[in-house]
Nanobody, 124 residues
Framework: QVQLVESGGGLVQAGGSLRLSCAAS????????MGWFRQAPGKERECIAA?????????YHTSSVKGRFTISRDNAKNTVYLQMNSLKPEDTALYYC????????????????WGQGTQVTVSS
């Protein structure tokens, strides 16, 4: 079992930055693939970034955030981060972190554990 708690969301102007954090419980955090998802009102939840287990040497960023967002992990702190730069109004959404065993995945159904979400609002 893994419990996930996101933090770091808020209101920011377009062009600004935020860093989301997701703190995980348990002693096996490093063995989980971690993903960041977001869901805007009226839209499906989408995977925007994922990072492989252990060293985190493999990452995925969806095209709409590539070059602006960066996923990383700190296994000593049981935490995964999402650094978000050059934010746009279309980045406004509820952001979730999720965990799974196995390889990188981008489908919502592939993840077993979810946090409660943190709201990111980008004003124009």
């Amino acid at each position: 079992q893994v419990q996930l708690v996101e933090s770091g969301g808020g209101l920011v102007q377009a062009g600004g930055s935020l860093r989301l954090s997701c703190a995980a419980s348990g002693r096996t955090f490093s063995s989980y693939v971690m993903g960041w998802f977001r869901q805007a009102p009226g839209k499906e939840r989408e995977c925007i970034a994922a990072i492989s287990s252990w060293s985190g040497s493999d990452t995925y960023h969806t095209s709409s955030v590539k070059g602006r967002f960066t996923i990383s992990r700190d296994n000593a702190k049981n935490t995964v981060y999402l650094q978000m730069n050059s934010l746009k109004p279309e980045d406004t959404a509820l952001y979730y972190c999720a965990a799974r065993r196995g390889g990188l995945a981008v489908r919502t159904i592939s993840y077993d554990y979810w946090g409660q979400g943190t709201q990111v609002t980008v004003s124009s």
